[in-house]
Structures are given as structure tokens and as C-alpha cells.
């Protein structure tokens, strides 16, 4: 992921993973000095999973 930040000037990125999963991908952050691109947030998508209500409608003619 480094190199094509290093060729795209305008290009982010945003790191959505597990806390240990982030550990890992700061250091790499670090590693290339990308802290200026690159932004990590921690999350548990699986501790949470969101309540969907399904609602649909089916017609026949």
C-alpha cells in the first residue's frame, strides 16, 4: 500500500481494523512516514453487529 501512496501525492487512506491488527498497521505507518496519509481507527466490527429490520414488499400482477 505504500508504494501507491508514494506514486498518487493526492491519495488517503483510513485503516478500519481490530486493535491488534493496528498496532501492526502504526508501525508501518510509521516505518514509510506516512502519519500524514494514513489515518487508523480501531474497531470490533463482529463485537456489535448491527439490528437490521428487513421490510419488502413483493407485488404481482
Known amino acids: 500500500m505504500s508504494m501507491k ?3 498518487h501525492e493526492g491519495l ?3 485503516i ?3 486493535p491488534t491488527v ?3 498497521a502504526e508501525d ?3 516505518r514509510y ?3 500524514d496519509r494514513i489515518k487508523i481507527q480501531e474497531i470490533d466490527m463482529w463485537s456489535k453487529l448491527p439490528t ?3 421490510r419488502y ?3 404481482f400482477q
Open 5 to 7: 501512496l508514494l506514486w
Open 12 to 14: 488517503q487512506a483510513v
Open 16 to 18: 478500519l481494523e481490530r
Open 22 to 24: 493496528c498496532a501492526i
Open 28 to 30: 508501518f505507518v510509521k
Open 33 to 35: 512516514e506516512l502519519q
Open 52 to 54: 437490521l429490520t428487513l
Open 57 to 59: 414488499s413483493v407485488g
